[in-house]
């Protein structure tokens, strides 16, 4: 079992920054994929970023690469996604997600989440 709490949403202005972080509860953290997911209001849970277990890179939905950066820290049991130069367009509920397999896109295949933090973007 694996559980998860995020952490580090908040209000920003278009431009500005905010890095979230998702601990993880449970032995078996450093085994695991992890994705970042968001989901605004009236639409569906989207992909944001994946990491693979070893931490070597990231992969990025092409509407944020450049922008944001995943990473995570085993030792610590935390995933991050660091925010830069975030939009309107950005404002959505964020969730971590982590799975015991490679990482993926599809929401489904992820087998734990977090509850969501909340990230507003104003213009």
């Known amino acids: 079992q694996v559980q998860l709490v995020e952490s580090g949403g908040g209000l920003v202005q278009a431009g500005g920054s905010l890095k979230l972080s998702c601990v993880a509860s449970g032995r078996t953290f450093s085994s695991q994929s992890m994705g970042w997911f968001r989901q605004a209001p009236g639409k569906e849970r989207e992909f944001v970023a994946a990491?693979?277990?070893?931490?070597?890179?990231?992969n990025y939905a092409d509407s944020v690469k450049g922008r944001f950066t995943i990473s995570r820290d085993n030792a610590k049991n935390t995933v991050y996604l660091q925010m830069n130069s975030l939009k309107p367009g950005d404002t959505a509920n964020y969730y971590c997600?982590?799975?015991?397999?490679?990482?993926?896109?599809?929401?489904?295949?992820?087998?734990?989440w977090g509850q969501g933090t909340q990230v507003t973007v104003s213009s």
């Open positions: 997600a982590a799975r015991t397999a490679s990482t993926s896109y599809t929401p489904a295949e992820y087998n734990y």
């Open positions: 990491i693979t277990w070893r931490g070597v890179r990231g």
